[in-house]
């Protein structure tokens, strides 16, 4: 066991060198890009402003910390490390936008420099890239922030389950699982047993690696977001959309007539379908819509939270604050722990909920039964 | 940026990142489903299977040793009683082989009593009448003597024939 941990600290001792050195060389030549462009510090709810042309009373800015909680939240064209102004450290992303006039146009973010300077055209104002000419419609297709970190995600967990995968081949089933195995296993066999079966029921194998897909990508999205430097992936609208888009689309496809014959004819007077009908279809995509939301908000006020405690620090521009702050913090990061695995639980379960009420047999008739014994 | 610009931007999903998630998302799940989840779903179901079937085998196992213990102990009991029997059986045998010894060993030595018997009273028989034979031969042969010595003079015969004479005349 000994030599194993050792090598693999040595391999992530090396990965994190390699990261390291890849992100300093880009941002030193983006540095330098910068230096070339002196910004003119117009930004009013600029954070802490920097040692604008010497000015020592400028040093103790007051705080916008509303807005560097959302920068937090917000998706952005940078992947921002730590420092602001001029000691920003942080990766210019690619930037990709579909133009309506020039087509395609690929560069980097650090043309714009945080917004300081423009590119062609273009400009990035508040996150979004526009451009100066009123007749072309930008399409951001940017590799931004959180498509980096859903990237890095998915091969992250491309690279756990496959190798999970292989030490099934290598060590065989008769053997116990060791590592990573061990530790996701039971991960799995509770998304397969305890979340599809008992919901979905006999027909859950179907489903089961869409959930486990589901579950994982949520629940490795939840716990780099709460890393400091990490992206709020899943407290961002757009992601939970898609996931919340792709469980409709799973659970219509696959629902059995018993579904459509309760949305279409429910078990209730003739008179009322004009009213129960249009509710039943609406039905269908409150759902999932509630499932978008539930992720979206649960993820993005966890964040808001540890930012605005950490931010009564500045606000108060007291240090006595700290401990009170910082006690608090560690609180809601623990909760937001608990958050990030109930989350992806929450997901996957309702999912696996609205999957099990589709394709479920005779669900139809049992309600029409239940409710005419309470009649 | 007031708080509506910011509510808007966090409420509205971008295209690029829903276009993005939707790729990466839609191939993940075609990925994982074929060389992770696939293959691990496989190993932990025939895992559990291996488990259930080992279990239901040593159940078995088990009862099967059960029944050969009981299989066993009636086995056992059944050779006890089947040695009682042959032990009684061989006491019997024993029992009425000596009763039948015996029984001819009497006959027999009645029988070789009984001839002995005969014999003895056969030759004591011949014995008598041999001695009779020879005693009466002797006395023939006495009494000739003594006639002859008795008859050797006149007198003596003529006495005789007297004496002789009276037993006639008793008769």
Redesign the interface.
């Known amino acids: 066991m000994g030599p194993k941990i050792k090598i693999f600290k040595q391999k992530s001792t090396l990965f994190l060198l390699v990261f390291a050195l890849f992100s300093l060389v880009s941002l030193k030549t983006y540095a330098s890009g910068q230096e070339e462009h002196p910004a003119t510090e117009s930004d009013s709810l600029s954070a802490v402003a920097p040692h604008v042309g010497g000015h020592e009373e400028a040093k103790e800015e007051k705080v916008n910390i509303t807005k560097v909680a959302f920068e937090h939240i917000l998706d952005s064209h940078y992947w921002h490390f730590w420092g602001e102004g001029h000691e920003t450290v942080a990766l210019p992303l690619p930037c990709i936008i579909y133009s309506s006039t020039k087509g395609v146009q690929f560069f980097s973010s650090a043309v714009f420099e945080h917004g300081h300077a423009s590119f062609g055209a273009y400009s990035l104002v508040e996150e979004e890239i526009i451009s100066a000419d009123p007749q072309e419609k930008i399409t951001d297709l940017s590799i931004t922030k959180n498509v980096v970190q859903l990237l890095l995600s998915a091969a992250l967990i491309f690279w756990i389950f496959t190798s999970i995968a292989k030490s099934y081949k290598t060590t065989g089933v008769t053997s116990a699982p060791k590592g990573k195995q061990s530790f996701f296993e039971p991960l799995i066999t509770f998304v397969r047993d305890d979340i599809a079966k008992d919901n979905i029921g006999a027909k859950s194998d179907k489903f089961v690696p869409y959930l486990l897909t589901v579950f994982f990508l949520i629940l490795i999205n939840n716990v780099l977001g709460m890393i400091p430097i990490g992206a709020n992936l899943t407290g961002n609208i757009a992601f939970t959309f898609v996931l919340a888009t792709c469980t409709l689309i799973i659970t219509n496809v696959n629902a059995n007539k018993n579904y459509w014959m309760h949305i279409l004819m429910p078990p209730v007077p003739k008179a009322l379908y004009i009213m129960m009908i249009p509710l039943e279809i609406v039905g269908i995509f409150t759902k999932p819509f509630a499932l978008m939301i539930r992720l979206f908000a649960n993820m993005t006020a966890g964040h808001i939270i540890v930012i605005s405690l950490i931010g009564l620090i500045f606000v108060f521009q007291s240090l006595w604050v700290s401990p009170v702050a910082v006690a608090f913090t560690l609180f809601i990061d623990v909760l937001e722990c608990l958050v990030a695995l109930l989350q992806a639980y929450i997901f996957t379960l309702l999912t696996s909920q609205f999957i099990g009420a589709a394709v479920a047999e005779h669900h139809h008739e049992e309600g029409h039964e239940g409710e005419e014994h309470a009649h | ?1 007031n ?1 509506l ?2 509510l808007g ?14 790729l ?6 075609l ?3 074929k ?7 496989a ?2 179901k ?2 559990e299977e ?1 488990i259930a079937h080992a279990l239901s085998s040593a159940e078995s196992a088990l009862n099967d040793m059960r029944e050969l213990q009981s299989n066993n102990e009636k086995i056992l009991v059944q050779a006890r009683e089947e040695r009682d029997a042959l032990l009684k059986e061989a006491r019997d045998t024993k029992d009425a082989i000596i009763s039948e010894a015996k029984a001819k060993a009497t006959k027999e030595t009645d029988r070789i009593l009984a001839t002995a018997r005969e014999q003895i009273l056969n030759e004591k028989n011949a014995a008598i009448s041999d001695l009779k034979n020879q005693v009466a031969s002797l006395s023939i042969e006495i009494a000739e003597k003594i006639l002859r010595s008795e008859l050797s003079s006149d007198d003596k015969q003529k006495a005789l024939v007297n004496t002789l004479m009276k037993d006639v005349n008793l008769n």
């Open positions: 940026m708080s610009f910011i931007s966090l409420t509205t999903p971008g295209i690029g990142l829903i276009v993005w998630t939707s990466v998302f839609i191939l993940l799940v990925l994982l489903s060389y992770a989840w696939k293959p691990i779903l190993a932990i025939t895992r291996n």
